[in-house]
């Protein structure tokens, strides 16, 4: 097993192996066992990897995000719409099932006022996570609150 500082060629071919692992999100450790590069390089890597996304305070990367984050909060907001909708409209033909004593009708448009309801709780669940994730900038800020 050869020891020593690997060549420049070697050290690029290196990088571009661990930047495929750093991009998965695969922690440091596990690329380093993966690799069997050693743990301090595989370490150096991944934090100058993590400063260059932190320092990366382009005004337009964070507009980006932002305008990001909104489109997708409009999308939930409009996609829970949808589904009230659909909601109100198996209510209706529920009922009207009900008064004709279709027992067999009436469980399947229950069941999919159930599904209805579930998927409703989804969409607000992810619309309440998604508002409560920082931005980069957020991220950012509070980090510089921290030091």
Do not use: C
Not at 6 to 29: C, D, M, R, V, W
Request: proline fraction near 1%; avoid cysteine; glycine fraction near 2%.
């Amino acid at each position: 097993m050869k020891h020593g500082r690997p060549t420049l060629q070697e050290q690029n071919k290196n990088k571009k192996i661990l930047q495929s692992f750093y991009q998965k999100g695969i922690s440091a450790s596990a690329t380093s066992k993966a690799t069997k590069l050693n743990s301090k390089t595989v370490s150096k890597y991944f934090s100058e990897w993590d400063k260059n996304i932190l320092e990366s305070e382009d005004k337009d990367f964070l507009r980006r995000s932002k305008i990001a984050k909104e489109r997708t909060l409009q999308s939930l907001d409009n996609e829970i719409i949808s589904l009230d909708k659909y909601e109100k409209e198996v209510n209706s033909i529920k009922d009207i099932v009900r008064k004709t004593g279709n027992v067999l009708h009436f469980v399947k448009l229950y069941s999919l006022k159930l599904k209805i309801s579930d998927q409703k709780f989804k969409m607000f669940s992810a619309k309440i996570n998604l508002i409560n994730t920082p931005t980069f900038d957020d991220m950012i800020h509070l980090e510089n609150k921290d030091d």
